[in-house]
């Protein structure tokens, strides 16, 4: 991890890297989203362009400062990600989803404000594309890493999504865990890789979790 600090060892690679939740707008003043902070995918790019990689950071909105010497793209749906997650694919190498992707949308975006009524509100929610799925399909020889955040059986599902999304390496991510997963500044994952190697990492920054993460980039890329 020493000699990554000081070495451009990504140089001449292009990472495409997403980060923080989306929303989904139900009318003007409301959404639905989830608990991401962006904390994982900023540390990433930050990482990433320290390292001497080329750098797009597709983020959902956060808190966060956008890290300098990165190309940021800030979009609020899984829509809008989409669109520009695949804008920027063709000409990326390495390919990172940390992003929280809501699974759903409303089926309609009320123009004017609901206004409340007696009784309860039903919502109507529809599928929203997997971005990384569809990524999976078109890979070729590009490196892809996507996030699996977990509260069940951890490994399982996570070798499920290394599987059906076609993508090199899972960073399994048990949120239900301390130290683990959504606004925190730490994280304990598992690396899952399609040879069915599964890899331990200890609680530590996400910021040197950056690091291990592209450490692996690297080696899956034979470099
Ligand atoms: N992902 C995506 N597009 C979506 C949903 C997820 O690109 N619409 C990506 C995430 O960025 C992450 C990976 O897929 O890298 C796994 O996300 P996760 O939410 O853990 O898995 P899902 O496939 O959405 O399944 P579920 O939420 O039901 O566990
Ligand atoms: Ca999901």
Redesign the pocket.
């Known amino acids: 991890a020493l000699a990554a600090l000081t070495t451009k060892d990504l140089a001449g690679e292009h990472i495409l890297i997403?980060a923080g939740p989306t929303r989904e707008e139900l009318d003007p003043v409301r959404f639905i989203s989830n608990h991401s902070s962006g904390k994982m995918g900023y540390a990433i790019a930050k990482a990433a362009r320290r390292r001497g990689a080329a750098v797009t950071l597709v983020t959902g909105p956060t808190c966060l400062t956008e890290p300098c010497g990165v190309a940021t793209i800030q979009v609020t749906s899984?829509e809008e990600m989409r669109q520009a997650v695949m804008a920027a694919f063709p000409a990326s190498t390495i390919i990172i989803?940390?992003?929280?992707?809501a699974?759903y949308r409303p089926v309609a975006r009320a123009v004017a404000k609901i206004k409340k009524t007696a009784g309860s509100l039903s919502l109507e929610l529809e599928k929203?594309?997997?971005?990384?799925f569809e990524l999976g399909k078109i890979k070729a020889d590009k490196i892809l890493i996507?996030?699996?955040?977990?509260t069940g059986d951890l490994l399982d599902?996570a070798a499920k999504?290394l599987t059906v999304?076609n993508v090199d390496m899972i960073v399994a991510n048990d949120i239900g865990a301390e130290g683990a997963g959504f606004n925190v500044d730490t994280n304990i994952v598992k690396l899952l890789f399609k040879d069915g190697r599964v890899e331990d990492v200890p609680l530590m920054g996400k910021q040197e979790l950056a690091d291990v993460l592209l450490d692996r980039a690297v080696k899956l890329k034979g470099r």
């Open positions: 997403t899984a989803k940390a992003a929280a992707v699974d929203n594309p997997d971005i990384l996507g996030f699996a955040a977990e599902n999504k999304k």
